[in-house]
């Protein structure tokens, strides 16, 4: 505080002091105590607002836990979310890798181009795009159908379609933390390790996976806050039967006009969120200043 | 077991150009070898693939009379001393040591002993529990010996190991790696463009330019008796004049240079009529009796005092510089700065090499 007060002078200080205490009261602290407030409060006609009925109770949240279709879906949202983290990583730990170590400087750079154009676009646009290649009669059945490998067009809507759109749309997020930090070991330690005779899985758990770990942990926990929050995946790439938690919470606040309740299971989704975090810096030994880096 | 490393013809291309060209040598069981060169001469790239980092363009590795073709680094009895010395820095010191082992399945109680017994030989007991952030410079590089010896090669490679080591630890580390040598009696092979570590440690040196093997000899020999140009230039200090062969006769040759006709021993590309250049070391000039019949004429530019000896910088009439190592103890008729000197030297301690077209 004081080196600010130096740098910048008591006014400027001052100034930025206060935008961030907007940022931090108005913007992040407020909605939230409100979507409390809103979870724990019954869903009342306009004219029972304030009266006697309108107090705080935990119904909201019982209704959850004793809803057994609601229930389900928040619970296969959480492994389905952890399916999609895992099956990023499985998919970007050898091209980080390959892109940081092994790769030479003109081949790594348009590898990364080819990545990073596609985000150039909306997701919601990127995600349709897997929607017309995903339609039954669309192309990969079109072209699976010609190389014989199907014999009727499958249906991929569904589980399977939700996790491809959504690791496409998230591999950025797994694949930049882990490329960073894979690039800062140094190319010696890979060579040492080979020439004492380690095979290049004892290379990766021993060497490479210890030294990258702060990477991988940050790229997992943003996979899977963003998966367990997606709704544009599910909601193209889903079948009835591959609802997402998100899509229940859409549905209270603008088809079922429940308010209290939709804030109650985004409640939940935010406990779930911040748990899962906690728990991936935990297991990984790693602390949260190491993952804002 | 005749040689511990042979190298058949060794060619290594990058594309057009050649990192090594045609080199064979071979290293002996137990022996301290090293490749001297200045930076760019090929000799990593010769390690590289004595480790099996890279394959030759053209030629044959063998280790122990075995063909090392299409074998990786992790299956050839060598281990490599990087040099960053690339110790895992999340690892306590006896993982380090014992990776090797560990990569071989060796359970890990036997690991451990395994790790003590090297932080004995490296005269550290008790530091398998640090931390290698906790290390100075030279018990890094000592952990990183004791890493490499951990798997018993046959051929222990060094890459440049000590140029990250302050002056006096450099010096001490060099006593340090031959004692081990010779303890385990492992062969080494070191690369440096050091020459005077090249020269303290080896029992002999290969000396490389520009991708081509100049010569392998033992230190003393490269020293007095250079085979090519580049070898009396690089390895230590040296005189340079430029002549003519006048005749040759008992091994003896004598030039018509500038500063008339001077006498030396006779090596390589010598003949009667050709170009050649006669090397003399500083320390084999003296100042010359006044009646001397050839001498090289200078005026005294300065006198560096250096303790044991003194450095007497010169030019002679020709613009050419002329360096002089005088012993102290006669330091007190040296001539001052500004006065012409005349100095002369036995034709014993000189040599005269043949100058190839296009060489100065």
């Known amino acids: ?293 | 077991m005749s040689h511990s490393v042979a190298l058949e013809r060794i060619t290594m291309a990058f594309g057009a150009t050649k990192a090594v060209d045609d080199v064979s040598f071979t290293v002996e069981p137990g022996e301290f070898f090293s490749i001297l060169g200045p930076s760019g001469c090929g000799k990593t790239t010769i390690l590289r693939m004595v480790a099996g980092f890279l394959a030759p363009s053209m030629g044959r590795v063998l280790i122990g009379d075995r063909d090392m073709g299409g074998l990786g680094p992790n299956q050839r009895p060598t281990a490599m001393i990087f040099q960053s010395l690339a110790l895992f820095p999340l690892m306590p010191v006896w993982e380090n040591i014992a990776f090797g082992l560990e990569a071989r399945g060796v359970p890990k109680a036997e690991r451990r002993r395994r790790a003590e017994e090297l932080l004995e030989l490296i005269a550290l007991p008790g530091y398998g529990d640090r931390k290698i952030a906790e290390l100075s410079g030279g018990q890094k590089q000592r952990v990183a010996i004791a890493r490499a010896l951990a798997v018993e090669p046959q051929v222990l490679l060094l890459d440049e190991p000590l140029s990250a080591l302050d002056l006096k630890l450099r010096q001490h580390m060099r006593a340090e790696l031959r004692a081990i040598q010779k303890r385990t009696g492992v062969t080494f092979l070191y690369i440096t463009h050091d020459q005077s570590e090249a020269l303290a440690m080896s029992d002999r040196v290969a000396v490389m330019s520009a991708g081509v093997l100049q010569q392998v000899a033992a230190p003393r020999t490269l020293y007095e008796d250079p085979a090519t140009p580049f070898v009396a230039r690089f390895v230590g200090e040296t005189n340079a004049i430029a002549g003519r062969v006048a005749h040759v006769a008992d091994g003896i040759a004598a030039l018509d240079t500038a500063h008339g006709r001077l006498s030396a021993r006779a090596g390589a590309g010598v003949e009667q009529g050709c170009p050649a250049t006669l090397y003399v070391r500083p320390e084999a000039l003296g100042i010359a009796a006044a009646d001397a019949p050839s001498a090289l004429g200078a005026r005294v530019e300065r006198l560096d005092f250096e303790g044991a000896f003194g450095l007497l910088h010169a030019v002679a009439a020709d613009g050419a510089p002329v360096l002089a190592a005088l012993p102290s103890t006669a330091l007190g008729a040296a001539p001052a700065p500004g006065e012409d000197v005349r100095f002369a030297f036995a034709p014993r301690d000189a040599v005269a090499l043949g100058t190839a077209p296009g060489e100065a």
């Open chain 1, 1 to 293: 505080m004081g080196a600010l007060t130096a740098r910048f002078g008591a006014g400027l200080t001052g100034f930025f002091v206060l935008l961030v205490g907007f940022w931090l009261a108005g913007l992040v602290l407020a909605p939230n105590l409100m979507m409390i407030d809103f979870a724990l409060r019954p869903n009342l006609l306009p004219a029972d607002v304030g009266g006697p009925l309108d107090v705080y109770s935990l119904d909201n949240l019982a209704y959850l836990a004793n809803e057994p279709v609601h229930r389900d879906i928040f619970l296969k949202t959480v492994w389905a979310s952890a399916l999609v983290m895992l099956a990023t990583f499985v998919v970007c730990y050898p091209l980080a890798y390959w892109l940081a170590q092994t790769a030479s400087p003109s081949a790594a750079s348009l590898v990364m181009l080819a990545l990073i154009i596609p985000f150039w676009i909306n997701e919601v646009l990127r995600t349709l795009a897997w929607y017309i290649l995903f339609a039954f009669r669309g192309p990969l059945n079109a072209l699976l159908l010609n190389l014989g490998i199907l014999d009727e067009p499958m249906r991929w809507y569904g589980d399977g379609g939700v996790l491809v759109g959504m690791v496409y749309a998230y591999i950025l997020f797994m694949l930049f933390p882990i490329y960073n930090s894979i690039e800062s070991l140094e190319k010696a330690q890979v060579e040492a390790a080979r020439d004492l005779g380690a095979s290049t899985w004892r290379i990766h758990t021993r060497i490479v996976i210890p030294h990258a770990k702060a990477g991988i942990a940050t790229g997992c926990v943003f996979t899977f806050m963003l998966a367990a929050g997606s709704y544009v995946a599910p909601a193209l790439l889903g079948a009835p039967g591959s609802r997402w938690f998100t899509q229940i919470i859409y549905n209270w606040f603008f088809e079922g006009g429940d308010w209290n309740r939709g804030a109650a299971y985004a409640l939940v989704l935010l406990v779930l969120c911040l748990a899962v975090v906690l728990l991936t810096l935990r297991l990984f030994r790693v602390s949260l200043t190491d993952v804002a880096k």
